[in-house]
Nanobody
Framework: QVQLVESGGGLVQPGGSLRLPCAASGSIFSIYHMGWYRQAPGKQRELVARITSGSSTNYADSVKGRFTIPSDNTKNTVYLQMNSLKPEDAAVYYC?????????WGQGTQVTVSS
């Protein structure tokens, strides 16, 4: 079992930045990849960014050049660094971990982008 706890959501103005931490605990060995998804009202949950155990990353086209997914293995934490935020980035952001053919999810954190 893997437990994921997100934080760092909130209200930010367009063009602003926000960093979302996701702390993993439990049986975190052999996690294949961790990532961030988001879900806006009336839309399907979509992948935003992902990092593998080998530190390979991939990003949704809509966030390339604006978001990054750094990690701190000493803290078992993955971050979503969001820059140049747009109103269309507003959503509930979920942390995800994939291990042994199972997906684990955090509780989600709300990001609102508005002036």
């Amino acid at each position: 079992q893997v437990q994921l706890v997100e934080s760092g959501g909130g209200l930010v103005q367009p063009g602003g930045s926000l960093r979302l931490p996701c702390a993993a605990s439990g049986s975190i060995f052999s996690i294949y990849h961790m990532g961030w998804y988001r879900q806006a009202p009336g839309k399907q949950r979509e992948l935003v960014a992902r990092i593998t155990s080998g530190s390979s990353t991939n990003y949704a086209d809509s966030v390339k050049g604006r978001f990054t997914i750094p990690s701190d293995n000493t803290k078992n934490t993955v971050y979503l660094q969001m820059n140049s935020l747009k109103p269309e980035d507003a959503a509930v952001y979920y942390c995800n971990a994939y291990q042994s053919a199972l997906d684990y999810w955090g509780q989600g954190t709300q990001v609102t982008v508005s002036s």
